[in-house]
Nanobody, 128 residues
Framework: QVQLVESGGGSMQAGGSLRLSCAAS????????VGWFRQAPGKERRFVAG???????YYTDSVKGRFTISRDNAKNTVYLQMNTLKPEDTAVYYC??????????????????????WGQGTQVTVSS
């Protein structure tokens, strides 16, 4: 059983940066794909970024060039570096993980039902 704990959220003015962390315990984390999702008030949870067990990365268009996902398997942690934040980035951010094999394409990473484990979320608020 993998447990995920997000941290690093907070309040920031537009143009600033935050780094979210997703720390995992249990399981062989290095063999898992990991995704970041976000849910804004009144909206559906949406895919933001993903990283495969081979460190291939995937991003939704609205964050390309601003967000970077990375992983440190020695620390069982995945990071989401968020730069040039915008008010529309305001949301609760969740990390999720799933076994590596089904995650071969972008469409896999954006499908929330493929993920087995989810964190509790961390709030990111960006003011203009």
């Amino acid at each position: 059983q993998v447990q995920l704990v997000e941290s690093g959220g907070g309040s920031m003015q537009a143009g600033g940066s935050l780094r979210l962390s997703c720390a995992a315990s249990g399981g062989t984390f290095s063999s898992y794909a990991v995704g970041w999702f976000r849910q804004a008030p009144g909206k559906e949870r949406r895919f933001v970024a993903g990283i495969s067990w081979t460190t291939r990365t995937y991003y939704t268009d609205s964050v390309k060039g601003r967000f970077t996902i990375s992983r440190d398997n020695a620390k069982n942690t995945v990071y989401l570096q968020m730069n040039t934040l915008k008010p529309e980035d305001t949301a609760v951010y969740y990390c999720a993980s799933g076994r590596g094999r089904p995650f071969n394409y972008y469409s896999d990473f954006e499908t929330s039902s493929l993920y087995e484990y989810w964190g509790q979320g961390t709030q990111v608020t960006v003011s203009s």
